[in-house]
């Protein structure tokens, strides 16, 4: 079914790294899930109404708040896709987060109301008439929201979308909370008591939680966070693969929405190579990046000196130095040598929870730098890993 859709409502559907074809799955997406979250509203609310069940009424309250939600998102992708602009150089493509938070806030609203209505049924629980017609309308609901649940992760899958992969989680929770309603009208006759006022807190805990944790996602979107580490060894290995580069440091990617990504990063070329040949190499790299993974990349060009023998020395020193304090490494050596003293210059790439102060752990390397050196003066900065770590 979901194949057919994609055939039938978006053109050069397998086309998804076009933003265009992009938008339009976002667009069907929030259409269908418009049309089917109305439907099982509607019919929830109907069925529970009649028989007097909290649960369901709150379980079709749940999903007219989807479908408000796929309105949101529809809206998303539409803004989402609007070109950049002087306001806007870096597009509008968080603009997706921005509809993924506002569902969130909307989730965490409908679940507390929903709340305060089932608590005080806990307490006062009335009789409820269970009947065929209550069997069929919560089994195709648990059904109907699987197929949509499924439904989303596709599309979702297909444009590597966190507002689509939500509403998949969401429609998962939905699931689950009929399930709930379900198991309270099979345990209820048998303890001699209604838990539906029970199913129904449960039913809303449900959704403030699942708000809550989307809210948190998007929120970690929009504050910016590391780059991905997959994404980065890409990003690293596609750098170091062209010759006369020979390493690079301070890569940083920033997230300005789905398939608008920028980055910077430090490359390191041998300084004794000709200026000219190595800037045409980052001009190519550059462009391939763009070109090949979609990454608009500006790289500065960082000469190193690759023929002095102490320098040689005092890397594999300081090498073995850093294995003392593992994961912290370093980039940038330069020896500049006086009369009386030599300054040994680098940087230290240090993670943002570390057992050691910056100060501290300067301390100690400096410090063993002079134990093996003693007219070797550490000068050392400290850089933060601004890489996220996969768990």
């Known amino acids: 079914m979901t194949n057919l859709i994609k055939r039938l409502f978006i053109k050069d559907y397998k086309n998804t790294a076009d933003p265009a074809v992009r938008a339009r799955y976002g667009t069907v997406a929030g259409a269908v899930g418009i049309a089917t979250n109305l439907l099982l509203a509607a019919v929830k609310i109907l069925i529970g109404a009649l028989f007097g069940a909290i649960a369901i009424i709150a379980d079709g309250f ?10 949101i998102t529809l809206i998303g992708f539409k803004l989402s896709n609007q070109q950049a602009d002087e306001e806007h150089p870096y597009g509008h493509g968080r603009m997706e987060y921005i509809a993924a938070m506002m569902i969130s806030m909307l989730m965490v609203v409908v679940g507390f109301t929903l709340a305060k209505e089932s608590f005080p049924k806990i307490f006062h629980p009335q009789e409820l008439a269970v009947t065929p017609l209550l069997w069929v309308t919560l089994l195709l609901s648990i059904a109907f929201k699987l197929w949509q ?12 979308s966190d507002t689509l992969y939500a509403n998949f989680r969401d429609s998962i929770n939905d699931v689950i909370s009929t399930a709930a309603i379900l198991v309270s009208i099979v345990i209820s006759p048998l303890i001699g008591y209604n838990t539906d006022g029970i199913m129904g807190v449960i039913v ?4 403030m939680y699942a708000g809550g944790m989307l809210m948190k996602d998007t929120i970690q979107l929009l504050l910016g966070e590391g780059a991905d580490e997959t994404l980065a060894e890409q990003i690293k290995e596609k750098v170091l693969s062209y010759e006369g580069i020979v390493g690079i440091h301070d890569l940083i990617v920033h997230n300005y929405g789905p398939g608008r990504m920028f980055a910077s990063l430090h490359a390191e070329v041998p300084a004794e190579a000709d200026i000219l040949v190595s800037h045409d190499i980052i001009d ?3 462009r391939d990046l763009k070109e090949e993974m979609g990454i608009l990349v500006s790289i500065h060009m960082d000469p190193i000196v690759t023929t002095d023998p102490a320098l040689d020395v005092l890397r594999e020193e300081l090498k073995e130095i850093l294995e003392q304090f593992p994961p912290v ?7 500049v040598r006086g009369t009386t003293h030599s300054n040994v210059l680098f940087d230290l790439v240090v993670p943002f929870k570390y057992e050691l102060t910056d100060g501290e752990l300067c301390q100690k390397v400096e410090a063993a730098i002079q134990e093996k050196h003693p007219d070797y003066f550490a000068v050392i900065s400290v850089d933060k890993d601004m890489i996220k770590k996969t768990v």
Do not use: P
């Open 149 to 160: 649940g499924l439904f989303y992760r596709s599309m979702g899958k297909a444009i590597q």
């Open 329 to 335: 490494t370093y980039h940038d050596l330069r020896l």
């Open 284 to 286: 190519n790299v550059e």
């Open 62 to 71: 749940n999903n007219l708040s989807d479908s408000l939600s796929s309105v």
């Open 204 to 207: 809303a805990g449900i959704i």
